[in-house]
């Protein structure tokens, strides 16, 4: 049997897809704190993401990512945004559902592109064709989201409190359900 779920609110997504402002704001709807994987990277190793990648390479912040999953398990009543490639590691699939209740905000490629187009801070987006590399990446991506998430929400369109609001119902009702599965 799975273990149980810890009460927690996992973000999933591509990069830009808004997992930090939305969490935000759904931790401060449901009194939670928040927490971002990219920020509990970044203070373990005193460097900001784009230096890790330069001094250590994508397997060397894959490996920090995933310890930092480690780190959060046993902590409850947060709000955990996740790095958009935090799916590619299969050890981190059990990590993140142990952890709690995990929602996948898909935005379309398009969008996507015009978000991120306006900042170099993703060293993966370092690329000659940034577009292309977005395309290509979703596309490997998109079944590791689905395959992870409890939940999808599209986000397009809607408002950051709308959003936030919807996914504060869904998570009570899945707790709920989870607190009486054993009925
Ligand atoms: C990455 C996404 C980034 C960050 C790193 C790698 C990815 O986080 O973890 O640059 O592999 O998609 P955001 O999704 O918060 O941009």
Request: hydrophobic residues 40%; neutral net charge; charged residues 30%.
């Amino acid at each position: 049997m799975e273990p149980p779920r810890l009460r927690n609110i996992i973000l999933i997504g591509f990069m830009g897809c808004g997992k930090s402002t939305i969490g935000r704001s759904l931790a401060s709807t449901l009194g939670f704190r928040f927490a971002d994987t990219d920020e509990l990277v970044a203070a373990e190793a005193r460097a900001p993401i784009t230096k890790i990648f330069e001094r250590e390479g994508e397997d060397g912040f894959r490996r920090r990512e995933t310890a930092t999953l480690v780190a959060l398990d046993g902590t409850e009543g947060q709000v955990i945004s996740t790095g958009g490639g935090i799916v590619t590691r299969e050890e981190n699939a059990p990590l993140l559902r142990r952890l709690g209740y995990i929602v996948w905000l898909a935005v379309g490629e398009d969008e996507i592109y015009r978000r991120v187009s306006r900042n170099r801070d993703r060293p993966l987006l370092h690329t000659p064709n940034p577009r292309k590399t977005i395309h290509d990446l979703m596309a490997k991506r998109d079944p590791l989201y689905a395959a992870a998430a409890d939940m999808k929400v599209k986000t397009e369109g809607l408002s950051i409190s709308d959003v936030a609001y919807g996914i504060a119902e869904s998570a009570r009702v899945f707790f709920a359900n989870a607190a009486h599965s054993g009925d």
